[in-house]
Protein backbone atom coordinates (compact mmCIF):
# COMPACT_ATOMS: atom_id res chain seq x y z
CA UNK A 1 0.00 0.00 0.00
CA UNK A 2 1.65 3.14 -0.89
CA UNK A 3 1.04 6.18 0.82
CA UNK A 4 1.78 9.98 0.10
CA UNK A 5 3.45 12.15 2.15
CA UNK A 6 0.89 14.48 2.15
CA UNK A 7 -1.83 11.88 3.70
CA UNK A 8 0.91 10.76 5.77
CA UNK A 9 1.40 14.04 6.63
CA UNK A 10 -2.12 14.91 7.53
CA UNK A 11 -2.45 12.09 9.49
CA UNK A 12 0.62 12.90 11.88
CA UNK A 13 -1.18 16.40 12.10
CA UNK A 14 -4.66 15.07 12.96
CA UNK A 15 -2.74 13.03 15.77
CA UNK A 16 -0.09 15.31 17.38
CA UNK A 17 -2.53 18.10 17.95
CA UNK A 18 -4.92 15.48 19.77
CA UNK A 19 -1.70 14.34 21.53
CA UNK A 20 -0.72 17.49 22.67
CA UNK A 21 -4.38 18.52 23.82
CA UNK A 22 -3.68 15.41 26.05
CA UNK A 23 -0.52 16.23 27.29
CA UNK A 24 -1.51 19.98 27.61
CA UNK A 25 -4.57 18.73 29.72
CA UNK A 26 -2.40 16.93 31.99
CA UNK A 27 0.17 19.28 32.53
CA UNK A 28 -2.75 21.73 33.97
CA UNK A 29 -5.08 19.45 35.61
CA UNK A 30 -2.10 17.46 38.12
CA UNK A 31 0.13 20.31 38.81
CA UNK A 32 0.16 23.39 40.68
CA UNK A 33 -1.72 26.16 38.88
CA UNK A 34 2.00 27.78 39.23
CA UNK A 35 3.17 25.85 35.93
CA UNK A 36 1.26 26.64 32.94
CA UNK A 37 1.74 25.15 29.69
CA UNK A 38 3.98 27.54 27.83
CA UNK A 39 6.12 27.31 31.05
CA UNK A 40 5.99 23.84 30.73
CA UNK A 41 6.44 24.17 27.27
CA UNK A 42 9.65 26.69 28.22
CA UNK A 43 11.23 24.69 30.50
CA UNK A 44 11.36 21.95 27.87
CA UNK A 45 12.73 24.09 24.99
CA UNK A 46 15.64 24.77 27.18
CA UNK A 47 16.21 21.06 28.33
CA UNK A 48 16.55 20.19 24.44
CA UNK A 49 18.43 23.75 24.20
CA UNK A 50 20.57 25.00 26.70
CA UNK A 51 21.90 27.90 26.45
CA UNK A 52 19.12 29.49 24.09
CA UNK A 53 19.04 32.77 23.75
CA UNK A 54 15.73 34.97 24.31
CA UNK A 55 14.65 35.30 20.73
CA UNK A 56 14.76 31.43 20.23
CA UNK A 57 12.81 30.89 23.27
CA UNK A 58 10.05 33.36 21.66
CA UNK A 59 9.99 31.77 19.26
CA UNK A 60 9.44 28.59 19.79
CA UNK A 61 6.73 29.36 22.12
CA UNK A 62 5.16 31.43 19.39
CA UNK A 63 4.75 34.81 20.97
CA UNK A 64 6.65 38.22 21.11
CA UNK A 65 10.15 38.93 22.73
CA UNK A 66 8.17 41.19 25.46
CA UNK A 67 6.33 38.27 26.60
CA UNK A 68 8.44 35.54 26.57
CA UNK A 69 11.05 38.23 28.66
CA UNK A 70 8.13 38.13 31.39
CA UNK A 71 7.17 34.85 31.18
CA UNK A 72 11.57 33.93 31.74
CA UNK A 73 11.68 36.65 34.71
CA UNK A 74 8.97 34.62 36.42
CA UNK A 75 10.86 31.40 35.82
CA UNK A 76 14.24 33.32 36.88
CA UNK A 77 12.71 34.30 40.71
CA UNK A 78 11.32 30.86 41.12
CA UNK A 79 14.98 29.82 40.36
CA UNK A 80 13.47 27.30 37.58
CA UNK A 81 15.78 28.95 34.85
CA UNK A 82 18.94 30.99 34.64
CA UNK A 83 19.23 34.41 32.56
CA UNK A 84 22.98 35.62 31.71
CA UNK A 85 23.45 38.58 29.60
CA UNK A 86 26.28 38.53 27.23
CA UNK A 87 29.58 40.67 28.53
CA UNK A 88 29.95 41.78 24.96
CA UNK A 89 26.39 42.51 23.59
CA UNK A 90 24.18 43.28 26.80
CA UNK A 91 21.03 42.54 24.23
CA UNK A 92 21.75 38.69 23.87
CA UNK A 93 20.72 36.90 26.49
CA UNK A 94 20.75 32.84 27.06
CA UNK A 95 18.84 30.56 29.32
CA UNK A 96 19.48 27.59 30.97
CA UNK A 97 17.59 25.54 33.42
CA UNK A 98 18.62 25.07 36.99
CA UNK A 99 19.02 22.25 38.51
CA UNK A 100 15.04 22.61 40.34
CA UNK A 101 13.39 23.46 37.01
CA UNK A 102 15.14 20.44 35.80
CA UNK A 103 13.34 18.50 38.63
CA UNK A 104 10.18 20.04 38.03
CA UNK A 105 10.42 19.36 33.99
CA UNK A 106 11.60 16.16 35.28
CA UNK A 107 8.58 15.81 37.40
CA UNK A 108 5.48 16.93 35.19
CA UNK A 109 7.26 14.85 32.37
CA UNK A 110 6.83 11.63 34.11
CA UNK A 111 3.06 12.79 35.09
CA UNK A 112 2.75 12.95 31.33
CA UNK A 113 4.15 9.59 30.31
CA UNK A 114 2.02 7.84 33.45
CA UNK A 115 -1.07 9.62 31.75
CA UNK A 116 -0.10 8.66 28.26
CA UNK A 117 0.54 5.14 29.82
CA UNK A 118 -2.38 4.82 30.64
CA UNK A 119 -4.36 5.78 27.57
CA UNK A 120 -1.95 3.77 26.17
CA UNK A 121 -2.44 0.56 27.80
CA UNK A 122 -5.91 0.32 26.32
CA UNK A 123 -4.73 -0.44 22.92
CA UNK A 124 -3.63 -4.29 21.95
CA UNK A 125 -0.05 -5.29 22.52
CA UNK A 126 0.45 -5.13 18.79
CA UNK A 127 -0.54 -1.46 18.27
CA UNK A 128 1.59 -0.38 20.72
CA UNK A 129 4.51 -2.09 19.10
CA UNK A 130 3.27 -0.49 16.26
CA UNK A 131 3.20 2.89 17.83
CA UNK A 132 6.24 2.79 19.05
CA UNK A 133 8.07 1.60 15.60
CA UNK A 134 6.13 4.55 14.24
CA UNK A 135 7.67 7.35 16.88
CA UNK A 136 11.30 5.46 16.63
CA UNK A 137 10.54 6.44 12.54
CA UNK A 138 10.07 9.68 13.15
CA UNK A 139 12.69 10.60 15.73
CA UNK A 140 15.24 11.16 12.80
CA UNK A 141 13.02 12.79 10.22
CA UNK A 142 12.69 15.59 12.90
CA UNK A 143 15.50 15.91 14.40
CA UNK A 144 16.72 16.58 11.05
CA UNK A 145 14.73 19.28 10.50
CA UNK A 146 15.58 20.52 13.59
CA UNK A 147 18.95 20.46 12.77
CA UNK A 148 18.11 22.17 9.07
CA UNK A 149 16.64 24.91 10.74
CA UNK A 150 19.23 25.61 13.80
CA UNK A 151 22.08 25.46 11.14
CA UNK A 152 19.70 28.02 8.63
CA UNK A 153 19.40 30.10 11.76
CA UNK A 154 22.70 30.16 12.33
CA UNK A 155 24.40 30.99 8.77
CA UNK A 156 21.55 33.43 8.19
Not at 37 to 47: C, D, G, I, P, T
Not at 99 to 107: D, E, T
Request: net charge neutral; hydrophobic share 45%; aromatic share 2%.
Amino acid sequence: MSVSPEECARAVVETVLLLMQSVYSEVKSRHSPDLSVSQFRALAFLKRRPGASLSEQAEHLGISLPSASQMVDKLVVRNLVTRQTSSTDRRCVTLTLTAQGGSVLGMTLQSVEIHLAEMLAMLPDADRATVLEAMQALQPAFAAGRQGKAGMAQSG
